[in-house]
């Protein structure tokens, strides 16, 4: 029988992966730069970081579009989403629709400035019970301060991404007409080194949350089935593509299941079968 990494071992793991990632951008910057523009961009990357992790309920509402509700506009969520935050002893976080078919659901920011987005899909596909079960996901998020935790260990990841996106973006006849192909090529370059050092420790974080959220969610509702069920239906959600969630792609670390698009390469989430299983034989016990 093969037995699990205890996830105290995988998180201290995973944090340490990310520490290469962070040596990975400071060496990039300290090489290609001179000193002094070194500084300068190494204080502009450090205070994105601490505006991201400040402002991140803001930017959460700013890139998905989300409106805030009240209890009149979806007493059921509303009501279960506050008697999960009870049960879980944190403050109710906000609740927000995304105006998007495709279901999903998102947490950012933390604290008292924490949001719980989930999508008109969502609300539309989801009976009361599977909806409390991806709320109780979220909660979960919430109470272990997953928003704070995973944007400051995938930031040097998602500054690689950012810098492919751009690299694909302008690599195109007009670079080459135009001369500036260089410009393209050397994000590039930059960026996929940084990638390679930064994505295992973010892959290895991300996925021991998650699965650490889906056990505590199971806790919350006392019925891991209906989250494996809910799961499964996210999974499996037919979306039409001029309403899925492009404008998340920054967000798709935080979303419950992977986004239709998504900056980085590889999927953070683990595998949404494996999920089920673990929730299936929590069951079971």
Avoid at 84 to 106: K, M
Avoid at 185 to 213: F, M, Q
Avoid at 241 to 246: A, I, K, N, V
Wanted: include cysteine; glycine fraction near 6%; charge should be negative.
């Amino acid at each position: 029988m093969v037995r699990s990494v205890p996830l105290q071992t995988r998180m201290v793991a995973a944090l340490a992966l990310s520490l290469v990632g962070y040596g990975a951008l400071v060496g990039i910057v300290v090489m290609l730069l001179p000193p002094q523009l070194a500084v300068i961009v190494g204080c502009a990357l450090v205070a994105a970081l601490v505006v991201v992790v400040h402002e991140a309920d803001r930017i959460a509402y700013l890139l998905t579009s989300a409106v805030s509700i009240d209890h009149d506009q979806h007493p059921t969520a509303y009501r279960t989403l506050h008697r999960l935050a009870q049960q879980a002893g944190i403050a109710t976080p906000a609740l927000a629709v995304i105006p998007s078919d495709e279901p999903n659901a998102l947490t950012a920011g933390r604290g008292d400035r924490a949001v719980v987005c989930v999508t008109l899909g969502l609300l539309k596909a989801f009976d009361d019970d599977e909806l409390e079960a991806v709320l109780a996901h979220e909660i979960a998020h919430v109470s272990n301060g997953d928003s704070a935790v995973m944007t400051v260990a995938s930031f040097p990841a998602t500054v690689g991404a950012v810098l492919l996106s751009l690299s694909r973006r302008a690599f195109d006849w007009k670079a080459l007409v135009l001369g500036y192909m260089f410009v393209p090529i050397y994000l590039a370059v930059v960026s996929l080194p940084l990638l390679l050092a930064s994505l295992p420790g973010t892959v290895v974080l991300s996925r021991s949350r998650e699965y650490a959220a889906d056990r505590a969610a199971a806790t919350l509702t006392g019925d891991p089935t209906t989250l494996a069920l809910a799961l499964g239906k996210l999974h499996g959600a037919d979306t039409p593509p001029e309403t899925d969630l492009r404008a998340v792609a920054g967000l798709s670390a935080f979303a419950i299941v992977p986004p239709a698009s998504s900056l980085l390469p590889l999927s953070l989430h683990p595998p949404t079968a494996e999920r089920i299983r673990r929730l299936k034989a929590m069951a079971e016990e």
